[in-house]
């Protein structure tokens, strides 16, 4: 099924093939037209079969033009592949943990190299939930042209097949579980690398505050030199149609289950500002050119994806109840929504 459009799907068909039985695939196929040929859309599983076993998603590529994502994505995935032959520790986590791979989500803009699905739907503004207060001009998703960037797509039509499908296999694979994360790989925002949680649509904390400020309190006690900014969304931006709040609020009905969906954000202008020739490549903004920066990028987020992956396997043994967790909300609104709040 080797595909000759892409090189991103090519590599994940490479490491799929490599993986062999250890891995399972499926794939639905977008149809031809608009420009592009019909082209899949690949989910990757393996681990745990247990239905009740925490479970990690990755994700990239959802915009087009963020191909770093999806190399990230594919880095790591290819990582866990090539240790299967040897690496015992990694195979008694992945009989406690599942592992879910989506890399290449919008293989139509990847090929165009826009943005936006080749129907010019901006996939992350996609989904059905507005924001609940004012969102940026445009860029918090627009009804008023395709033409323009930060399309939602009409009011009332069914999602785009790409976040279809996202979706579905999203509940799925993750959602009704214990405990599961996901981590879907962007570029293109600001100086700092940043781990957003929900919410894009509104202001006020998410229902799982104490779960998620556990996690990243781990991830910060066990990588005490690592650079990124955990915020949630809404202190960046708000906007319409996030398909990870969309996901979040759909696993808040399952009481009893914890999702977590977490969004890398690579800080891409610092790729700029050491090359700033990258503001006249189309492909440049979002995505570091030259060769050893983009192996160092790669390297730099390895470890949070390994993080997830252990994490959830661990969940048990750090998810906060009781009193610890109304310490960990307690600590969460005043880092985030304290007047006090000192967030770098
Ligand atoms: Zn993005």
């Given at each position: 099924?080797?595909?000759?459009h892409l090189?991103e799907?090519e590599?994940?068909?490479?490491?799929?093939?490599?993986?062999?039985a250890?891995?399972?695939?499926?794939?639905?196929w977008?149809p031809?037209?608009?420009?592009v040929?019909?082209?899949?859309?690949?989910?990757?599983?393996?681990?745990?079969?247990?239905?009740?076993a925490?479970a990690?998603?990755?994700?990239?590529?959802?915009?087009?033009?963020?191909?770093?994502?999806?190399?990230?994505v594919?880095?790591?995935?290819?990582?866990?592949?090539?240790?299967l032959?040897?690496?015992t520790?990694?195979?008694?986590?992945?009989?406690?943990?599942?592992?879910?791979?989506?890399?290449?989500?919008?293989?139509?803009?990847m090929?165009?190299?826009?943005?936006?699905?080749?129907?010019?739907?901006?996939?992350m503004?996609?989904a059905?939930?507005d924001?609940?207060?004012?969102?940026?001009?445009l860029?918090?998703?627009?009804r008023l042209?395709?033409?323009?960037?930060?399309?939602?797509?009409?009011?009332?039509a069914?999602?785009?097949a790409?976040?279809a499908?996202?979706?579905?296999?999203?509940e799925?694979?993750l959602?009704?579980?214990?405990?599961s994360?996901?981590?879907?790989?962007?570029?293109?925002?600001?100086?700092?690398d940043?781990?957003?949680?929900?919410?894009?649509?509104?202001?006020?904390?998410?229902?799982?505050?104490?779960?998620?400020?556990?996690l990243?309190?781990?991830?910060?006690?066990?990588?005490?030199h690592?650079?990124?900014?955990?915020?949630?969304q809404?202190?960046?931006?708000?906007?319409?149609g996030?398909?990870w709040?969309?996901?979040?609020?759909?696993?808040?009905?399952?009481?009893?289950?914890?999702?977590?969906?977490?969004?890398?954000?690579m800080?891409?202008w610092?790729?700029?500002?050491?090359?700033?020739?990258?503001?006249?490549?189309r492909s440049?903004?979002?995505?570091?050119?030259?060769a050893?920066?983009?192996?160092?990028?790669?390297?730099?987020h390895?470890?949070?994806l390994?993080?997830?992956?252990?994490a959830?396997a661990?969940?048990?043994?750090?998810?906060?109840?009781?009193?610890a967790a109304?310490r960990?909300?307690?600590?969460?609104?005043?880092?985030?929504?304290?007047?006090?709040?000192t967030e770098?």
């Amino acid at each position: 099924m080797a595909h000759k459009h892409l090189p991103e799907i090519e590599q994940l068909e490479r490491i799929v093939a490599l993986g062999g039985a250890a891995l399972r695939c499926e794939t639905r196929w977008l149809p031809e037209g608009l420009g592009v040929p019909a082209l899949p859309l690949h989910l990757v599983t393996l681990g745990a079969t247990d239905p009740q076993a925490p479970a990690v998603g990755y994700f990239g590529g959802v915009h087009g033009l963020e191909r770093i994502g999806t190399d990230v994505v594919l880095a790591w995935l290819h990582s866990v592949v090539a240790r299967l032959s040897w690496d015992t520790a990694l195979h008694q986590q992945l009989e406690r943990v599942r592992l879910v791979f989506v890399p290449v989500v919008n293989p139509g803009g990847m090929l165009r190299g826009t943005r936006a699905n080749p129907r010019d739907v901006d996939l992350m503004r996609n989904a059905p939930v507005d924001a609940l207060e004012p969102v940026p001009w445009l860029a918090g998703g627009q009804r008023l042209s395709r033409r323009l960037p930060w399309y939602r797509g009409s009011a009332g039509a069914p999602m785009e097949a790409e976040s279809a499908a996202l979706c579905a296999w999203v509940e799925r694979e993750l959602h009704g579980r214990p405990f599961s994360l996901a981590l879907d790989c962007h570029s293109g925002f600001g100086m700092r690398d940043r781990v957003w949680f929900p919410f894009a649509c509104r202001r006020d904390p998410m229902p799982h505050l104490a779960q998620v400020h556990a996690l990243q309190a781990i991830f910060e006690a066990s990588n005490s030199h690592h650079a990124y900014v955990f915020e949630p969304q809404s202190r960046q931006y708000l906007a319409h149609g996030d398909l990870w709040d969309h996901l979040y609020l759909r696993a808040c009905e399952r009481p009893g289950t914890v999702f977590l969906p977490l969004t890398l954000e690579m800080g891409s202008w610092l790729w700029v500002k050491k090359n700033p020739r990258q503001l006249f490549s189309r492909s440049g903004i979002f995505n570091p050119q030259i060769a050893h920066r983009h192996r160092r990028v790669l390297r730099r987020h390895l470890p949070l994806l390994d993080f997830a992956m252990r994490a959830a396997a661990a969940s048990p043994s750090w998810l906060p109840t009781g009193d610890a967790a109304d310490r960990h909300r307690q600590a969460a609104l005043a880092r985030w929504w304290g007047a006090g709040g000192t967030e770098a």
